[in-house]
């Protein structure tokens, strides 16, 4: 257990060098793409939050869901870098969305537990997974997390969260 949380402490501690903020950036530009896809018709650029909006909900974005949520799937579910312990993750970042919607966020629930929701989540989640093994910094996966989040609400409009 000690060990444990020496790595995850080592992972908080070490901050991504500049190559890394590259590979960070290809898991996003993949997001992106995977997104586009997935859900073509998500923007909706007439309901986007004003500058104080925007702030407020991106400064509690970053603790949750991205920090929080990163430490635990990231790293407390990972304590090897293998594709068992990555599909694990991911797995149970899945499956944490609608089980949080229907706990905390009944309002969520229809978006949080619709499939094609949850195959961005699963994308965003195996993403995050890579960003964190090709860095060994957690920072990496909390950014995009946060990034994604943010561009999400600002550019869909949605209000429910934060």
Do not use: N
Request: net charge positive; glycine share 4%; aromatic share 14%.
């Amino acid at each position: 257990m000690r060990r444990r949380a020496k790595a995850i402490l080592a992972s908080l501690q070490r901050f991504p060098e500049p190559s890394d903020w590259l590979a960070v950036g290809g898991c996003g530009l993949a997001f992106v793409a995977i997104a586009y896809v997935v859900k073509p018709d998500s923007v909706d650029l007439a309901s986007a939050p004003t500058v104080p909006e925007l702030v407020r909900m991106a400064a509690i974005a970053f603790v949750v869901p991205a920090f929080a949520e990163e430490l635990v799937f990231r790293a407390v579910l990972t304590p090897a870098f293998t594709w068992p312990w990555a599909l694990l993750s991911t797995g149970t970042y899945v499956a944490w969305h609608p089980l949080a919607a229907y706990a905390f966020m009944p309002e969520a629930l229809p978006l949080f537990a619709d499939g094609m929701f949850l195959a961005l989540v699963a994308a965003l989640g195996a993403l995050c997974w890579v960003a964190h093994w090709r860095t060994r910094s957690l920072w990496s996966s909390i950014v995009l997390h946060w990034l994604v989040v943010v561009v999400w609400k600002a550019a869909s409009g949605t209000s429910f969260i934060a």
